[in-house]
């Protein structure tokens, strides 16, 4: 018998680092975050949860981390 590869289920996930539009301070945000991700310098809200992916408000992309 062989092994069956086992599918993974799972929606893709990401995690992004961001920089505060306010104060400039990196931060890590996960793309499905059910809560509102605030700055961790200032605590400006840097994303807004939808339900699914979150919208990214007050803060710019620098870089995925996959
Ligand atoms: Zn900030």
């Known amino acids: 018998m062989r092994k069956r590869k086992i599918p993974v289920p799972m929606p893709k996930s990401r995690f992004y680092k961001v920089m505060c539009k306010n104060c400039g301070a990196e931060n ?3 793309d499905r ?7 961790k310098v200032c605590g400006t809200q840097l994303v807004k949860p939808t339900g699914g992916r979150v919208e990214i408000i007050n803060a710019e ?6």
């Open 33 to 39: 975050a059910s809560f509102p991700t605030r700055c």
């Open 28 to 30: 890590i945000i996960f």
């Open 61 to 66: 992309i620098i870089a995925e981390l996959g």
